[in-house]
């Protein structure tokens, strides 16, 4: 240990500053009196730092005073930061007591005074050394015992009990306001801040040699690194689905950055000669085009877990990211998994990311075979399972593999975000919102800053007619992550509101994208802009007649007083719904509503309490959506409605 820091554990000095008092020789830092608990390194980084005051500290002074003796990774140092940090919270004006100076090291931000052994305060300078300021009239005193004597001898016995009252009064309004200092304080540290999380895109590594036996690495190395940051909080990681079109393709840095929206890049290479694999990778500041870091793995193909580890560290270090306790164990590395299980989960996460869902099925059914305590793996096999019903027609029988691997995946690791996630939307498509909801909220303790489980919540509260609500957790989304959910309905929400207008704004580039297409068509529908949507409706129908792009040309034929051909359409859908036994109960929502365009009352009330009791009970919607109107004035719409309303009251009465 440095010989000053040893000195200053040994001495009596106390450091005070904001609540706190710091009591290096007894190893204690107190907050208002109460002893707080830290560990023995995160005590001694305190102390250097306060002892230098608002002088910059470097890491590089810190790990020499800190742990002389020993090599540790940078990484301890910023684990305890991060600990210190919550633990001393924030000033009453909302500053951090350590403050981050990038690329260099801390400082610490408050004015420490320092209490020597004779009871002087002085304050620590910006150079680090003490200032004296005004001693505090500890020693020299009269002795407590002969104080009352002295002042009736001096005041008289009157004057005595007035300066006492006096005196007490003082006392008490000391009191009060430290109270409510203490209560102010206590406030802001429970206040939840926005944090300006830094954003990263991960690209698949590059395939030097071009052997297509190893081609999958590429993809599901650098997914799996993103997946291991989905834990920090500080950091907005795009997913792997964002960056899957980069594969195997030339980057330019700032045209990439843009189209992803963000500050830094990691980019990278592999080249695999037998059992021996070699990755390199460099992380990029966007702006300055800056290497931040870069680093070269070399490791043997059946030690594959390493690469995800070892990257996700570095760009914790060099990216100076401050860690949770709880975040720090939770990217520590994996546990051990079977080399040829993780081999096939990495190529099934490959063939997932190219929508080869059955064959991504088959990979990954083998992984968890040959090992089957590797959450990960149950993990995507259940959103495998889950494509393949939505897609591929499995069917009811995916759909209850999918939530039994889900499940699965949780008992092995409880917080595991991608399981969550995962589940809570195969929930809410089936109907079970309420059981969605817990899972989303927990996720979110986890990382409060993870824009796929903001954005899950928002699509849970939509069904369940939480519109305000919906909206905020997906603005909240949109602003963590500008492309989440990209080629999803947007903000369906807005259209439920009656906000036809900020809808439309709302969506992204539709040209390429059937869904996107039906629902251009469907915002103009409601403006009753008709020649529009007709040509919208079409053209999502001709570049894929998906569901919602029949529901789409459904309603076209409707405009072009084809009404025999929409409704011919729409028996058709639901022919196949009912025979593959799953159904989405929103679209199920919009085949109502084309009924009810057409003119089809009896079919519309058949969708429509199917869809409700199928899990979209919207009632807020429900109860105002134009093109209801037809249905209105009917008894069992009344039964409909009211059967939404009583989930929709339950479901708020639980939740908010």
Same mark, same amino acid.
């Given at each position: 240990m440095d010989f000053d820091l040893a000195m200053?554990?040994?001495?009596?000095?106390?450091?005070?500053?904001?609540?706190?008092?710091?009591?290096?020789?007894?190893?204690?830092?107190?907050?208002?009196?109460?002893?707080?608990? !830290?560990?023995?390194?995160?005590?001694?980084?305190?102390?250097?730092?306060?002892?230098?005051?608002?002088?910059?500290?470097?890491?590089?002074?810190? @790990?020499?005073?800190?742990?002389?003796?020993?090599?540790?990774?940078?990484a301890n140092l910023t684990v305890n930061i991060s600990a210190l940090r919550k633990l001393l919270g924030e000033t009453v004006d909302g500053r951090q007591y350590i403050q981050t100076v990038p690329k260099s090291g801390y400082r610490f931000s408050v004015p420490v005074s320092v209490v020597e052994e004779k009871g002087q305060t002085v304050s620590v300078e910006d150079n680090g050394k003490p200032r004296q300021t005004n001693p505090i009239a500890t020693s020299g005193q009269v002795p407590i015992n002969n104080t009352s004597g002295l002042l009736e001898e001096t005041l008289?016995?009157? =004057?005595?009990?007035?300066?006492?009252?006096?005196?007490?009064?003082?006392?008490?309004?000391?009191?009060?306001?430290? *109270?409510?200092?203490?209560?102010?304080?206590?406030?802001?540290?429970?206040?939840?801040?926005?944090?300006?999380?830094?954003?990263?895109? #991960?690209?698949?590594?590059?395939?030097?040699?071009?052997?297509? %036996?190893?081609?999958?690495?590429?993809?599901?190395?650098?997914?799996?690194?993103?997946?291991k940051l989905d834990y920090v909080s500080s950091l907005t990681v795009r997913p792997s689905s964002a960056v899957e079109k980069y594969r195997g393709k030339a980057i330019d840095i700032q045209t990439v950055a843009?189209?992803?929206?963000?500050?830094?890049?990691?980019?990278?290479?592999?080249?695999?000669?037998?059992?021996? !694999?070699?990755?390199?990778?460099? !992380?990029? %500041?966007?702006?300055?085009?800056?290497?931040?870091?870069?680093g070269t793995i070399d490791l043997k193909y059946d030690?594959?877990?390493?690469?995800? %580890?070892?990257?996700?560290?570095?760009? #914790?270090?060099?990216?100076?990211?401050?860690?949770?306790?709880?975040e720090a164990e939770r990217i520590k590395p994996e546990s051990?998994?079977?080399?040829?299980?993780?081999?096939?989960?990495? =190529?099934?996460?490959?063939?997932?990311?190219?929508?080869?869902?059955?064959?991504?099925?088959? @990979?990954?059914?083998?992984?968890?075979?040959?090992?089957?305590?590797?959450?990960?793996?149950?993990?995507?096999?259940?959103?495998?399972?889950?494509? %393949?019903?939505?897609f591929e027609f499995g069917g009811r029988e995916q759909y209850r593999r999918a939530q039994a691997a889900y499940e699965r995946a949780l008992a092995i690791r409880p917080s595991q975000l991608d399981a969550q996630i995962f589940l809570a939307n195969l929930l809410i498509d089936t109907g079970k919102v309420e059981q969605a909801v817990p899972l989303l909220r927990d996720a979110l303790k986890t990382n409060p800053n993870h824009a796929a489980a903001h954005w899950e919540l928002g699509y849970a509260y939509r069904f369940a007619g939480m519109l305000n609500e919906s909206v905020t957790e997906c603005e909240g989304a949109r602003r963590l992550d500008p492309l989440v959910k990209a080629n999803s309905s947007a903000f369906n929400t807005y259209l439920y509101l009656g906000d036809y207008t900020k809808f439309l704004r709302s969506l992204p580039d539709v040209d390429g994208s059937s869904f996107l297409l039906f629902y251009r068509g469907l915002g103009e529908y409601y403006q009753k802009d008709f020649e529009?949507?007709?040509?919208?409706?079409?053209?999502?129908?001709?570049?894929?007649?998906?569901? *919602?792009?029949? #529901?789409?040309?459904?309603?076209?034929?409707?405009i072009a007083h084809r009404g025999a051909n929409g409704l011919e359409i729409l028996q058709g859908l639901e022919g196949k719904i009912e025979h593959r036994g799953v159904g989405d109960p929103e679209a199920t929502y919009k085949i109502a509503q084309a009924y009810s365009m057409l003119g089809d009352k009896v079919s519309a009330l058949r969708v429509l309490r199917s869809s409700v009791e199928g899990g979209f009970f919207s009632y807020p919607y429900l109860s105002t959506d134009p093109l209801l109107e037809p249905l209105r004035k009917e008894s069992e719409f009344a039964e409909i409605l009211n059967t939404s309303h009583q989930r929709y009251e339950a479901f708020r009465s639980r939740f908010f």
């Open positions: 200053a554990l040994k001495g009596q000095t106390l450091y005070e500053f904001g609540n706190f008092r710091l009591d290096p020789a007894n190893r204690q830092l107190l907050d208002q009196g109460r002893a707080l608990s !830290l560990t023995p390194k995160a005590l001694e980084i305190l102390v250097v730092l306060v002892q230098n005051g608002n002088r910059l500290t470097t890491k590089e002074e810190l @790990m020499r005073r800190v742990w002389p003796d020993s090599f540790v990774e940078e008289g016995p009157r =004057r005595w009990r007035k300066r006492i009252l006096a005196l007490g009064l003082v006392l008490i309004g000391v009191v009060l306001f430290g *109270y409510t200092a203490y209560r102010v304080r206590t406030i802001l540290k429970q206040r939840v801040l926005p944090v300006e999380a830094r954003s990263l895109a #991960i690209l698949p590594l590059q395939n030097l040699r071009q052997d297509s %036996d190893s081609e999958f690495l590429g993809f599901s190395l650098a997914d799996a690194v993103i997946t843009a189209d992803l929206k963000v500050d830094t890049l990691l980019t990278g290479s592999f080249i695999r000669d037998g059992d021996d !694999l070699r990755i390199t990778y460099q !992380l990029i %500041d966007v702006k300055t085009e800056k290497i931040l870091g870069r030690n594959l877990l390493k690469v995800q %580890d070892t990257v996700a560290q570095q760009i #914790i270090q060099k990216l100076e990211l401050n860690l949770s306790p709880s051990p998994v079977t080399p040829l299980a993780y081999e096939y989960y990495l =190529r099934g996460v490959d063939l997932y990311g190219q929508n080869k869902f059955p064959l991504a099925i088959k @990979m990954l059914e083998k992984s968890t075979e040959i090992d089957p305590n590797y959450a990960p793996a149950w993990a995507y096999l259940g959103t495998s399972y889950t494509a %393949d019903a939505a529009r949507a007709a040509r919208d409706f079409d053209r999502a129908y001709e570049v894929d007649p998906t569901l *919602y792009a029949q #529901i789409g040309k459904a309603l076209s034929e409707s």
